[in-house]
Nanobody
């Protein structure tokens, strides 16, 4: 069974940092890309970052470039999202995602709240 377990959210002041984790199981971690999405209250879900577990290539949304860093530990089947210089507009529920054999899988989400 494919499972994605997101964790690491919390309350932080603007300018602070958090590190999110996405622990994956039930599939060959090295063969698929893992992405982070977020959904702020009243807004559509948006892509934040993505990493290829096979070659380590990364993607970042313009809104987080230079502040967020995605990485993976293939030995632990875990993807991390290091978030620095957080802004109030980063407040959202963050989800990790994988597309496996044409089907999307989502973690349960972890709430990040950035206070001013």
């Amino acid at each position: 069974e494919v499972q994605l377990q997101a964790s690491g959210g919390g309350l932080v002041q603007a300018g602070g940092s958090l590190r999110l984790s996405c622990a994956a199981s039930g599939f060959s971690f090295d063969d698929y890309d893992i992405g982070w999405f977020r959904q702020a209250p009243g807004k559509a879900r948006e892509g934040v970052s993505c990493i290829s577990s096979s070659d380590g290539s990364t993607y970042y949304a313009d809104s987080v470039k230079g502040r967020f860093t995605i990485s993976s530990d293939n030995a632990k089947n875990t993807v991390f999202l290091q978030m620095n210089s957080l802004k109030t507009e980063d407040t959202a529920v963050y989800y990790c995602n994988a597309v496996i054999s044409g089907r999307e899988y989502w973690g349960q989400g972890t709430l990040v709240t950035v206070s001013s």
